[in-house]
């Protein structure tokens, strides 16, 4: 598209220097004949209406031309004050696709960009606020009881300093997603890979969570092969991607239901770990959005961090990750690793 746009430009100005050298040539010889400079025979005389002929075809060409150049002034003008003003904030502007293609496509990447700044643009404030109420309630509860306790409202006891201690842990699981969140997007995450039973691993995350699942009354299963090669893997992030799906299938299943974690070998070499739940399911509409950071369906509760940064610890291990619901029937979370 950019080859065929200059393209056009060149011959436009190649018609315009042909057009401007007839003209020249033309005036310049009906001048010099009739002021008796030169005596032109009537084969130049037939050449120089010949030119004029062509001056007044190349006369039509520039009038094309300009409309040309006009219809493709005016957009790219459009895009111009629609970038000023989105270099002072206001991301909400589009322009119109119009003209030559080429400026038509000019047009819609531009509208494409600036979609993609107002969604980050509307992301960074939802995170501010997410932050400013996730670390809220915890600094609230944490500054209250050591209030209490100096103004010898509480007592120093286990209870209340178990209470500052689980939120403390929150806090600090809330910044270390952040952190891991930051690092894996930047590519800067540094993976501490090695040959790693996957089996193993999977079956000690799943049993972290037995007594959270009875208690809920949700049945959790584990199906592994047990002559599984050693995978070469980060096995702390690969355990916190799996807690990361394990909870979140927990926390949309209701009683009685169950979950599977499904680990098997594909014919393509490839690790395959599926999170299955019969839980409430993803609607289609937030379906495709699930890993994408900060983003929560209207059940969700946290800050929409734990599947954006399971996907982008699997990302790094050169894996895929991928989702599959539907509403009321429960939802599978697939994940692919490389041997």
Same mark, same amino acid.
């Given at each position: 598209?950019?080859?065929?746009?200059f393209?056009?430009?060149?011959?436009?100005?190649?018609?315009?220097?042909?057009?401007?050298?007839?003209?020249?040539?033309?005036v310049?010889?009906?001048?010099?004949?009739?002021?008796?400079?030169?005596?032109?025979?009537?084969?130049?005389?037939?050449?120089?209406?010949?030119?004029?002929?062509?001056?007044?075809?190349?006369?039509?060409l520039?009038?094309w031309?300009?409309?040309?150049?006009?219809?493709?002034?005016?957009?790219?003008?459009?895009?111009?004050?629609?970038?000023?003003?989105?270099?002072q904030?206001?991301?909400?502007?589009?322009?119109?696709?119009?003209?030559?293609?080429?400026?038509?496509?000019l047009?819609?990447?531009?509208?494409?960009?600036?979609?993609?700044?107002?969604?980050?643009?509307?992301?960074?404030r939802?995170?501010?606020?997410?932050?400013?109420?996730e670390?809220?309630?915890?600094?609230?509860?944490?500054?209250?009881n050591?209030?209490?306790?100096?103004?010898?409202?509480?007592?120093?006891?286990?209870?209340?300093?178990?209470?500052?201690?689980?939120?403390?842990?929150?806090?600090?699981? @809330?910044?270390?997603?952040?952190? %891991?969140?930051?690092?894996?997007?930047?590519?800067?995450l540094?993976?501490?890979?090695?040959? %790693?039973?996957?089996?193993?691993?999977?079956?000690?995350?799943?049993?972290a969570?037995?007594?959270?699942?009875?208690?809920?009354?949700?049945? @959790?299963?584990?199906?592994?092969?047990?002559?599984?090669?050693?995978?070469?893997?980060?096995?702390?992030?690969?355990?916190?991607?799996l807690?990361?799906?394990?909870?979140?299938?927990?926390?949309?299943?209701p009683?009685g239901?169950?979950?599977?974690?499904?680990?098997?070998?594909?014919?393509?070499?490839?690790?395959?770990?599926?999170?299955?739940?019969?839980?409430?399911?993803? &609607?289609p509409?937030?379906?495709?959005?699930?890993?994408?950071?900060?983003?929560?369906?209207?059940?969700?509760?946290?800050?929409?961090?734990? @599947?954006?940064?399971?996907?982008?610890?699997?990302?790094?291990?050169?894996?895929n990750?991928?989702?599959?619901?539907?509403?009321? &029937?429960?939802?599978?979370?697939?994940? %692919?690793?490389?041997?």
């Amino acid at each position: 598209m950019r080859g065929h746009f200059f393209r056009r430009v060149g011959c436009l100005f190649l018609l315009f220097n042909v057009f401007v050298s007839v003209v020249v040539l033309s005036v310049a010889g009906l001048l010099a004949n009739l002021l008796g400079i030169i005596h032109l025979p009537g084969t130049f005389r037939w050449a120089i209406l010949l030119g004029a002929a062509v001056t007044l075809l190349g006369f039509g060409l520039l009038v094309w031309a300009g409309g040309s150049l006009r219809r493709m002034s005016i957009p790219l003008g459009d895009l111009v004050a629609a970038a000023d003003r989105i270099a002072q904030g206001d991301y909400a502007v589009r322009v119109k696709e119009q003209g030559p293609p080429e400026v038509r496509s000019l047009g819609g990447v531009f509208n494409s960009m600036a979609s993609r700044l107002q969604a980050n643009d509307e992301q960074r404030r939802n995170l501010l606020a997410d932050v400013t109420h996730e670390l809220r309630t915890p600094l609230t509860v944490i500054q209250g009881n050591v209030e209490g306790m100096l103004d010898g409202v509480y007592e120093a006891d286990e209870a209340h300093l178990k209470s500052i201690l689980e939120e403390t842990q929150l806090l600090s699981r @809330l910044v270390e997603d952040l952190r %891991t969140l930051a690092l894996a997007e930047s590519g800067t995450l540094q993976l501490e890979k090695e040959p %790693t039973d996957l089996a193993v691993l999977i079956g000690e995350t799943t049993a972290a969570f037995r007594a959270q699942s009875e208690a809920a009354g949700i049945t @959790l299963h584990m199906d592994a092969p047990a002559d599984a090669p050693f995978l070469n893997l980060d096995p702390e992030r690969i355990r916190q991607v799996l807690a990361n799906l394990i909870a979140n299938a927990l926390r949309h299943t209701p009683r009685g239901g169950t979950i599977w974690v499904r680990f098997e070998m594909t014919r393509s070499d490839e690790a395959r770990i599926a999170v299955e739940d019969t839980g409430v399911g993803i &609607q289609p509409d937030d379906l495709p959005h699930v890993f994408d950071r900060f983003y929560k369906t209207r059940d969700s509760s946290g800050m929409g961090l734990g @599947l954006a940064i399971a996907k982008n610890l699997v990302l790094a291990h050169g894996g895929n990750i991928q989702a599959q619901s539907q509403p009321g &029937q429960g939802t599978t979370i697939c994940i %692919t690793l490389p041997i």
